[in-house]
């Protein structure tokens, strides 16, 4: 973990009792494999049962906007999917958010990057 860190990890927790957090890093050091360099890359982003729907997800997103802005990266990347997976982010969410997809990868995934993110004022 240690050396994660080193590498830019990120874990933010939401201030509540369960499972409500993100983890994202530089995409040159994502899990995943994704070419997106410049970019920060959500590994995960979760919030479980009763947190939803309580605004946690936008307030985690936002945090790691302002801090991939403050940290020069042209945006933000993810893996999502069609089909529901509790590993994956969700699409509809994304979309919402202003992710697009760019990219699928046959039979499951579709890296959403958001182009846009540091216009959004």
Not at 32 to 44: H, L
Not at 71 to 85: D, M
């Amino acid at each position: 973990m240690r050396e994660r860190l080193d590498e830019g990890l990120v874990f933010l927790k939401g201030d509540v009792r369960g499972k409500c957090f993100i983890e994202y890093l530089p995409a040159e050091y994502a899990w995943a494999p994704v070419e997106a360099d410049g970019y920060m890359y959500i590994d995960c982003l979760w919030v479980s049962g009763q947190f939803k729907g309580h605004g946690y997800s936008n307030l985690l997103l936002e945090q790691c906007m302002r801090d991939s802005e403050k940290k020069g990266k042209k945006g933000l990347v993810v893996l999502s999917s069609k089909k529901k997976a509790g590993f994956l982010s969700d699409p509809k969410y994304l979309k919402y958010k202003g992710f697009e997809t760019v990219e699928t990868a046959a039979p499951h995934f579709e890296p959403m990057p958001l182009y846009h993110l540091f216009l959004i004022l």
